[in-house]
């Protein structure tokens, strides 16, 4: 690895620059990973800090985990016979039903993805 260096006066500083950081939202759930890593696991979260892969990991988190819940979520839907039909009949207890199946979703997932 070279290092170059840049003369500035009768000192010389080396040209270091931070890699380029990934972009994109880390979301709740990342920052929900985010948080436990800090509070559960600070030897692995400052490990990540250091080797500039918590950023990808929190993004990465964050998708996984919206994916499963969009999967658990139809699935709980289908099972329990929440359908196009009982939108059409009550628009009011299909979102009921629709929330419920999301927020048990939500739940699973935060327990299996985000405290691993």
């Avoid at 880390?26 to 890593?37: A, S, V």
């Avoid at 990465?60 to 919206?66: S, T």
């Avoid at 048990?104 to 405290?115: C, L, N, P, Y």
Wanted: glycine share 6%; aromatic share 8%.
């Amino acid at each position: 690895m070279d290092i170059t260096y840049t003369k500035h006066g009768a000192y010389y500083y080396p040209d270091l620059a931070l890699p380029p950081q990934p972009t994109g939202d880390i979301g709740r759930f990342g920052r929900m990973r985010k948080k436990y890593l800090k509070e559960h696991q600070p030897d692995t979260f400052a490990l990540m800090l250091m080797e500039n892969t918590l950023t990808e990991h929190l993004i990465e988190i964050d998708h996984q985990a919206n994916e499963q819940i969009d999967l658990i979520t139809s699935q709980l839907a289908k099972a329990e016979g929440v359908d196009e039909e009982l939108k059409g009949r009550d628009q009011f207890e299909w979102i009921l039903a629709m929330n419920s199946c999301r927020a048990r979703a939500e739940e699973q997932v935060t327990e299996e993805i985000v405290v691993f």
